[in-house]
């Protein structure tokens, strides 16, 4: 009778221990496809991997898929550039597609020339080198080009954050950098010592929105395009040579050789 009642007793913590197995399989499985449906959902997997060559659709977007786009392009090695545009009442794009100016660089006119992202149609500020005036004026946001203009932010990382903070935020003060010469732009200022970038909102996209920053702007619509390009090195520098860019409305740039990199348009259209 003991035999029996150990027997049953066996059998009763087998099945409840199986259960609790089966319990906590079905609760990771929940999970993992909560997670996966989450990942599917993101703004941000088109774009995020780098593996491959691989041109995401033409979407409509707001500042939840800019701004983290924005934090990530110097860890992934993206190059984000903006323009404003003309679309219809489908929000499809038209025409009228012009660079948007984010900021006006300190970069030393010999170091400036070889920037691709400058935006020759702002002439609000130049700098003169070899009897020649190019505009400052910045309309993305690239690692490789930045170094290539040794901005004072590209240290690490963290710095790179800082930057894009101070961005967003349209908070000049957020980030300081060493610099004992004179600003060229009237926007930015030296104090201590130290250069205060002063981004201008987006060169009047915010103010315009009524915002006072790309943070705040949350009725802004964008047209996000990705695309691939390639890098060339020219004078130990690396700059954009003829690449062919190809975003995915069939709109290509050509270019025959170098490393390829993903590039994103983000071209504001209007508001939601």
Not at 7 to 32: D, E, N, P, Q, V
Not at 68 to 78: A, I, N
Not at 118 to 123: G, I, M
Not at 173 to 192: C, E, F, G, H, P
Request: cysteine-free; aromatic content about 10%.
């Amino acid at each position: 009778m003991n035999n029996i009642t150990d027997a049953l007793k066996m059998a009763a913590a087998i099945f409840i221990f199986i259960g609790g197995i089966s319990l906590a399989i079905f609760g990771f499985t929940r999970a993992k496809q909560a997670a996966t449906s989450i990942l599917e959902k993101s703004d941000n997997q088109n774009y995020y991997s780098t593996e491959g060559i691989r041109v995401s659709k033409n979407r409509l977007v707001g500042i939840e898929t800019v701004i983290p786009t924005l934090y990530s392009y110097f860890k992934e090695g993206y190059t984000v550039l903006f323009y404003t545009g003309t679309a219809n009442e489908n929000h499809e794009l038209v025409s009228d597609i012009k660079p948007l100016t984010l900021y006006y660089s300190e970069s030393l006119p010999s170091r400036l020339v070889l920037s691709t992202i400058r935006n020759e149609e702002d002439l609000s500020y130049r700098a003169a080198y070899n009897g020649k005036n190019y505009s400052r004026a910045i309309y993305g946001i690239d690692a490789n080009d930045e170094d290539t203009r040794q901005e004072p932010w590209l240290h690490d990382e963290l710095h790179a954050k800082m930057f894009i903070q101070s961005l967003i935020n349209n908070t000049p003060n957020t980030s300081t950098y060493d610099m004992s010469r004179a600003v060229s732009v009237s926007l930015n200022k030296i104090q201590n010592n130290k250069l205060i970038m002063n981004f201008d909102g987006f060169n009047g996209l915010t103010r315009t929105l009524g915002t006072g920053s790309l943070a705040k702007a949350t009725d802004a619509l964008f047209i996000e395009r990705t695309g691939v390009y390639n890098l060339t090195t020219k004078e130990g520098s690396t700059i954009e040579d003829s690449s062919v860019i190809e975003f995915s409305n069939n709109e290509t740039i050509q270019n025959e050789e170098g490393t390829q990199k993903r590039v994103i348009q983000y071209i504001y259209i209007g508001k939601r």
